[in-house]
């Protein structure tokens, strides 16, 4: 049966690929962001193209009320939601006694807080229907801590460690989490973050289509809680955990430097 599918940051990069992708495999998609004509050409396009339902609510997610404002409009429209793909997100890069707090706060907003309401919200919905699936939007920045953009990583850890969390209380109870830890992938992330004078998104950069092939087929398909898209990012995950906490830090440091 086709699903309904709400998809933060749909209107570029990541949520707009996702949103193509459930779309295409015939599910009805709820496409969220603050870019009113991407989003309303979007749902123009899905329509036209898959012939399912493409809903749209434009949100603020950095505003402290707009989660509970987008939960009450949904409801209000009688739409039920199947899939969360919690995606919205963005990272600051530079010095962190040079980055403005302002935005930073609302990072943390929009990563963290937004996240977890729309977790809450529709979250329990799912329990009690015992059905459901979430996707949380985290970053191979959520492995270590990451020395020039200190929040981003740190707000990305909170992502990985909650939904884990998340994952684990929810098991058994129909709804199942899973975190999407993408490395450098080529979108608009690299430039809302100012980073294009970092060494970081010099090489080695995934296409956004591999990123949410990848994260698709494993979220629908196994019961893996944590999905890291592609091999190079797959084995430096996993080869972190075995050296001292403080090397993999300057390390990071070096990879993140202005070139
Ligand atoms: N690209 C990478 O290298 C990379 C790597 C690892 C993880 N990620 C994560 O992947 C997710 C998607 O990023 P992306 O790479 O696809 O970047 P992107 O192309 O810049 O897309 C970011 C999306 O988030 C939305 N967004 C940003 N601020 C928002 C706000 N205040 N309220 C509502 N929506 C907001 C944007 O929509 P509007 O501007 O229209 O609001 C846009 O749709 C993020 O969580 C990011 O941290 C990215």
Redesign the pocket.
Same mark, same amino acid.
């Given at each position: 049966m086709n699903k309904t599918v709400l998809i933060?940051?749909?209107?570029?990069?990541?949520?707009?690929n996702f949103s193509h992708k459930f779309a295409g495999s015939g599910h009805d998609v709820i496409l969220?962001?603050?870019?009113e004509e991407?989003l309303m050409a979007l749902s123009q396009e899905i329509m036209n193209k898959y012939g399912v339902k493409a809903y749209v609510f434009i949100?603020?997610?950095?505003k402290p009320e707009a989660s509970k404002k987008l939960y009450s409009q949904i409801k209000e429209q009688g739409i039920k939601v199947d899939i969360l793909i919690n995606?919205? $997100? /963005?990272?600051l890069f530079g010095e962190f006694e040079e980055t403005e707090l302002s935005k930073e706060l609302?990072m943390i907003q929009?990563?963290i807080t937004a996240l977890t309401e729309l977790s809450k919200y529709f979250g329990n919905e799912m329990v009690s229907r015992k059905n459901g699936r979430i996707l949380n939007?985290?970053?191979?920045?959520a492995f270590q801590p990451g020395p020039l953009m200190a929040v981003y990583y740190a707000t990305?850890a909170y992502v990985l460690s909650f939904s884990e969390a998340l994952a684990n209380e929810w098991a058994g109870q129909g709804v199942k989490v899973t975190a999407l830890c993408?490395?450098?992938?080529k979108? $608009? /992330?690299?430039d809302?973050a100012e980073l294009q004078s970092s060494k970081l998104f010099q090489s080695g950069v995934m296409s956004?289509e591999d990123v949410v092939e990848e994260g698709y087929k494993q979220m629908m398909t196994n019961d893996k809680v944590v999905i890291v898209p592609g091999m190079k990012n797959r084995i430096l995950t996993g080869a972190i955990r075995f050296m001292p906490r403080k090397m993999v830090t300057n390390i990071v440091r070096k990879v993140q430097e202005r070139v």
């Amino acid at each position: 049966m086709n699903k309904t599918v709400l998809i933060t940051g749909a209107s570029s990069g990541i949520g707009l690929n996702f949103s193509h992708k459930f779309a295409g495999s015939g599910h009805d998609v709820i496409l969220v962001a603050r870019s009113e004509e991407k989003l309303m050409a979007l749902s123009q396009e899905i329509m036209n193209k898959y012939g399912v339902k493409a809903y749209v609510f434009i949100s603020d997610l950095s505003k402290p009320e707009a989660s509970k404002k987008l939960y009450s409009q949904i409801k209000e429209q009688g739409i039920k939601v199947d899939i969360l793909i919690n995606n919205a $997100g /963005f990272g600051l890069f530079g010095e962190f006694e040079e980055t403005e707090l302002s935005k930073e706060l609302d990072m943390i907003q929009v990563n963290i807080t937004a996240l977890t309401e729309l977790s809450k919200y529709f979250g329990n919905e799912m329990v009690s229907r015992k059905n459901g699936r979430i996707l949380n939007v985290a970053s191979t920045a959520a492995f270590q801590p990451g020395p020039l953009m200190a929040v981003y990583y740190a707000t990305k850890a909170y992502v990985l460690s909650f939904s884990e969390a998340l994952a684990n209380e929810w098991a058994g109870q129909g709804v199942k989490v899973t975190a999407l830890c993408p490395g450098a992938t080529k979108t $608009g /992330f690299s430039d809302a973050a100012e980073l294009q004078s970092s060494k970081l998104f010099q090489s080695g950069v995934m296409s956004v289509e591999d990123v949410v092939e990848e994260g698709y087929k494993q979220m629908m398909t196994n019961d893996k809680v944590v999905i890291v898209p592609g091999m190079k990012n797959r084995i430096l995950t996993g080869a972190i955990r075995f050296m001292p906490r403080k090397m993999v830090t300057n390390i990071v440091r070096k990879v993140q430097e202005r070139v």
